[in-house]
């Protein structure tokens, strides 16, 4: 059982997209775990961190067998679950069964968890779920069902949810409505199933207000149709995409991260990037691009570029940087061209006249 204090300051740091869980209590993280019942919990309101004095375990009795139980999180992974196990108290916020051996999910398994924030299910053997075994799940915010045996995404996902982690599963269809109703999502991964472009049916995504997709080591021959439009962050590497076509990016004005590395890209259509005026992060690398993208000088707050592991033989003078003072809102802090077949030697220095120092340029050429 872990410690109060050790809670408590876990709980302080806060939490930055896209989670990564590397251990259970990485879950911990999350201000919102006591963001329903301050007074309950223990939060100060003032500062958003629990009161060390004030918050007391509320397990006693109410646990079941070979889990651990405190401060409202039931931690159940790695037992060799088959079922998801019963007399769980229904003030539980968060549900820990992952790396276990559940195949299913019934219609009474979360019976009576109102006060469910996240469950975690990820690394089991899941391949069914009915149609109401989210229906308690009122509050829930976060779903972490990646790694499982799914062939297709949950029915009826909770409208509450703002967080849906499904990558790493055998979904290979993303049909309209699955996300109807859901009108406070922030971030969706679902990387590493095998989705082709013809998976997503048109107005799978209508109505979606989201801020971050991820849809990487899928089978992705190019960026699929109607996204969400809010995007700000799109993650699409490790496909087989191989062009970027003038329409690809229209919709996606809000975008300021795009990552397209480890793909196939040849070609860029000029004015394809015009679209996006608040990219800050572009990614590029490990692809096939015989030449630096055209329109990089006119996005005006692009700080990264990377381009390395590309077929790029030549760098122009105005290839980053556009032409007078001022135009740029934000300089360049890190371009990335090593691994290309371009001579470094021949690239004249005011080609990053808009870049905050020679540090922030990797060449290769600074090889100690």
């Known amino acids: 059982m872990q410690p109060l204090w050790l809670l408590a300051a876990l709980l302080a740091l806060g939490q930055a997209l896209p989670f990564e869980q590397k251990g259970f209590w990485d879950f911990a993280l999350d201000d919102g775990l006591f963001m329903n019942d301050e007074e309950a919990s223990g939060v100060d309101s003032t500062s958003g961190a629990p009161d060390i004095d004030s918050v007391t375990p509320t397990f006693s009795a109410m646990c079941p067998f070979g889990c651990h139980c405190h401060l409202r999180v039931v931690q159940c992974s790695d037992l060799g679950l088959k079922n998801v196990p019963k007399e769980i108290s229904p ?3 968060l549900l820990d069964l992952q790396n276990n051996d559940i195949s299913e999910l019934r219609k009474d398994d ?4 109102q006060h469910l924030y996240a469950l975690v299910l990820v690394n089991n053997k899941i391949s069914k779920i009915h149609e109401k075994a989210f ?3 009122r509050k829930l915010q976060k779903l972490y069902i990646s790694k499982n045996h799914l062939v297709e995404i949950p029915p009826n996902l909770p409208s509450s949810l703002v967080e849906l982690r499904i990558h790493d599963n055998r979904i290979r269809k993303v ?3 699955v996300f109807s109703g859901l009108r406070n999502m922030n971030c969706i991964e679902m990387g590493g199933n095998p989705l082709e472009n013809s998976g997503f049916e048109p107005g799978a995504f209508d109505g979606l207000k989201l801020n971050y997709l991820r849809i990487s080591e899928a089978k992705l021959t190019g960026i699929p149709k109607d996204l969400p439009e809010t995007l700000n962050e799109l993650h699409l590497d490790h496909n087989k995409i191989q062009a970027i076509e003038l329409e690809d ?5 809000k975008l300021y991260r795009l990552g397209l590395g480890h793909n196939q890209i040849r070609m860029i259509e000029n004015g394809s990037l015009s679209f996006l005026p608040t990219l800050r992060e572009l990614h590029l690398d490990n692809n096939k691009l015989s030449r630096v993208p055209a329109g990089l000088p006119d996005l005006k707050l692009l700080q990264v570029v990377y381009l390395h592991s590309n077929n790029i033989t030549k760098v122009g003078v105005n290839d980053f940087c556009p032409v007078g003072f001022g135009v740029k809102r934000a300089y360049y802090n890190g371009i990335s061209l090593f691994s290309n077949p371009v001579p470094y030697w021949e690239v004249q220095p005011a080609t990053f006249r808009c870049v905050t120092d020679r540090l922030a340029i990797q060449f290769g050429n600074y090889k100690k």
């Not at 979360?110 to 968890?113: E, I, N, Q």
């Not at 990016?249 to 004005?253: E, I, V």
């Open 249 to 253: 990016l229209l919709r996606y004005s």
């Open 135 to 137: 229906s308690p799940l």
């Open 175 to 177: 049909p309209k409505g």
């Open 91 to 93: 003030d539980t916020t």
């Open 110 to 113: 979360f019976k009576g968890l």
